[in-house]
């Protein structure tokens, strides 16, 4: 065999390698659901107690009625399950996946819910009853709402806020956030519990100088998918406001005085690129 044949068999190769990869990440970035162990230490649980986190589920199943994606997550043995918002899609004809995956759960450990950006445009498209049919289902939805609860011996209070924790239109100070979310927030810290936001965006609290005004001890999110298409050694393509590689995007950050965590999701809706290099993520929280 002449060098140029071996030239172009090496680079057919190469190609069949690469074309190889592509295929199998993408299978595994929608198929192959991942538990990551993380740790949030907020100074205020002696005992401790973990917390099972997964988001942007966007209607997908793994397995018939999600029993798959329920098992890994029985199998965390979590104190508390969070599901921070985007379970369902927009356009969704109903809610019948989140709400299947409640009633798998609910007897695993109390479930909070919060809402996301499809959550709520999806109550726009005509369906109002969704926050009841989840509560009916056995969930716990926290929007611009809290609990006080106590977990193995530690006092917590849970919030759930979606909006920015700021003004807009180029206002981007806490102070200039709306009267609503003002109030709840001040409302919110008033307290010595250990206090834990579920906000679907991330970028709700990163902007501005909402993460040295709010007195909130732990942000729990998701939202922005890892990236979407994670590219090794550069992390996440794109996230949100925050635009292309984002600095907050996957994992634990600490940001002036917030400790903010974001999962990197379990699926994608419409996006123009699907999810690269990025597998499902069922997040387990060790709330320290």
Same mark, same amino acid.
């Given at each position: ?38 740790? !949030? ?72 819910? !919060? ?21 009916? !289902? ?71 100088? !909402? ?78």
């Amino acid at each position: 065999m002449n060098r140029k044949k071996r030239w172009i068999l090496a680079v057919i190769l190469i190609l069949a390698v690469l074309a190889a990869y592509v295929l199998v990440s993408l299978w595994v970035s929608t198929n192959y659901i991942v538990v990551r162990e993380y740790t !949030a230490d907020t100074g205020k649980s002696e005992t401790g107690f973990r917390a099972a986190v997964f988001s942007d589920l966007h209607d997908h199943r793994f397995g018939g009625d999600n029993e798959k994606l329920a098992e890994e997550i029985r199998q965390t043995e979590p104190d508390v399950i969070i599901m921070d918002g985007d379970m369902l899609n927009a356009e969704s004809e109903d809610a019948s996946v989140p709400l299947e995956l409640i009633g798998l759960l609910k007897d695993t450990a109390p479930v909070y819910y !919060a809402l996301g950006n499809h959550e709520l445009d999806y109550m726009e498209n005509g369906h109002s009853e969704l926050i009841e049919e989840l509560e009916n !289902a056995g969930a716990v939805v926290l929007d611009k709402s809290y609990v006080d609860i106590e977990i193995n011996g530690t006092k917590v209070r849970r919030g759930g806020l979606y909006d920015y924790a700021f003004g807009l239109n180029g206002n981007n100070d806490a102070a200039a956030a709306p009267d609503d979310i003002r109030s709840f927030l001040q409302d919110f810290q008033n307290t010595d519990s250990l206090k834990i936001m579920l906000s679907h965006r991330l970028d709700s609290f990163i902007f501005g100088d !909402a993460s040295k005004v709010w007195d909130v001890d732990l942000v729990i999110s998701g939202h922005n998918h890892g990236g979407q298409v994670v590219i090794p050694f550069l992390g996440g393509l794109y996230g949100g406001d925050q635009g292309w590689f984002p600095e907050y995007v996957h994992g634990m950050y600490q940001k002036d005085n917030l400790l903010l965590f974001e999962t990197s999701g379990l699926g994608s809706d419409k996006q123009k690129l699907p999810r690269f290099n990025n597998p499902p993520e069922v997040a387990v929280l060790t709330i320290k």
